[in-house]
């Protein structure tokens, strides 16, 4: 089973800070550095703001050397995808081809309004979503020397170069994620390397697995060749002492991440781990909270990764 690091930093995190979690969790064995794609906090001042997700990623493609980078989820709304596959590819390139997109339909209105990105009902997000997919993928597949042309609802494009190429060919993976319980599959079986589910329970993400197996039966897909995965917020540590003062750090009482989170000693979050890879997920997004708790990062490197 892949782990991954995962952060939220539009709820408080600088470059620094991500900087630091992306190397740590590099040396740690971590398969790679995940990041959200939003611009609002949800929790706290959000101090000292929001930091661009693909901005962030292309300096770490400098940074780092091995790490896989990617975001969980990009929001379709915020960027052209014409504009967008040009920055993607670049950043791909800069880290020698270790770049994946996850891209949803984007959902949280209040960042919308903040920063003057227009926000649509949720039929029209989607439409716009599965353009994008169309747009994006489309470009990088395109052969040099060809062009590339789209004539969609929402988007449009005439004879595009379809330039610069990234370095993973044919392009870089393509995360979805979601619980919808049509739509979402269905992208995901026409266009994702995987599929995602955020914060589910393990017992609930067999069935939600299993309508993406479904969707790619109908699509004529190999359901077997497309990845599954998982995220679940961590909060691990040594001893119950170290636990509860981690668990008061990310601002969640620890009976509620024991239940619905991943949270303990290293056995029992590779425990939980077992019973999340069970249901099915062959790789799994750890929610790290407290950014600056880089030995935690270092633990679960030590004690969990071997064992899972």
């Not at 026409?190 to 393990?202: D, G, K, L, S, V």
Request: glycine fraction near 10%.
């Amino acid at each position: 089973m892949r782990a991954r690091i995962f952060i939220e930093p539009q709820n408080g995190g600088t470059y620094e800070q991500q900087l630091a979690v992306a190397r740590v969790a590099e040396a740690a064995g971590f398969d790679a550095f995940f990041r959200s794609d939003h611009y609002l906090t949800m929790t706290g001042d959000g101090m000292p703001g929001p930091t661009d997700s693909w901005v962030t990623l292309a300096g770490l493609a400098r940074e780092t050397t091995s790490i896989r980078l990617g975001t969980l989820l990009s929001s379709a709304t915020f960027r052209l995808p014409g504009p967008f596959a040009i920055a993607i590819a670049e950043v791909d390139v800069m880290s020698g081809g270790r770049v994946e997109l996850g891209l949803g339909a984007g959902w949280f209105e209040e960042e919308h309004k903040a920063y003057g990105i227009p926000f649509y009902s949720v039929k029209e997000r989607f439409d716009r979503l599965e353009e994008q997919l169309e747009v994006i993928t489309g470009l990088w597949k395109t052969k040099p020397g060809s062009t590339f042309s789209f004539d969609g609802d929402h988007y449009q494009l005439t004879d595009s170069p379809a330039l610069p190429k990234p370095t993973q060919s044919p392009h870089p993976p393509v995360i979805i994620g979601g619980a919808g319980p049509k739509r979402t599959p269905d992208l995901a079986a026409r266009f994702a390397t995987e599929y995602n589910i955020p914060f589910f329970p393990p017992r609930d993400l067999a069935k939600q697995y299993g309508l993406v197996r479904q969707a790619c039966e109908r699509a004529g897909r190999d359901p077997s060749s497309i990845g599954l995965s998982a995220a679940t917020t961590i909060c691990c540590a040594a001893d119950e002492t170290e636990l509860k003062r981690r668990a008061e750090k990310t601002g969640q009482p620890l009976e509620n991440l024991r239940q619905y989170a991943t949270a303990g000693t290293p056995q029992e979050v590779v425990d939980r781990l077992g019973e999340i890879h069970a249901a099915g997920a062959e790789t799994v997004y750890l929610q790290l909270l407290d950014l600056d708790d880089l030995d935690q990062i270092r633990l679960l490197g030590e004690e969990v990764l071997p064992n899972i």
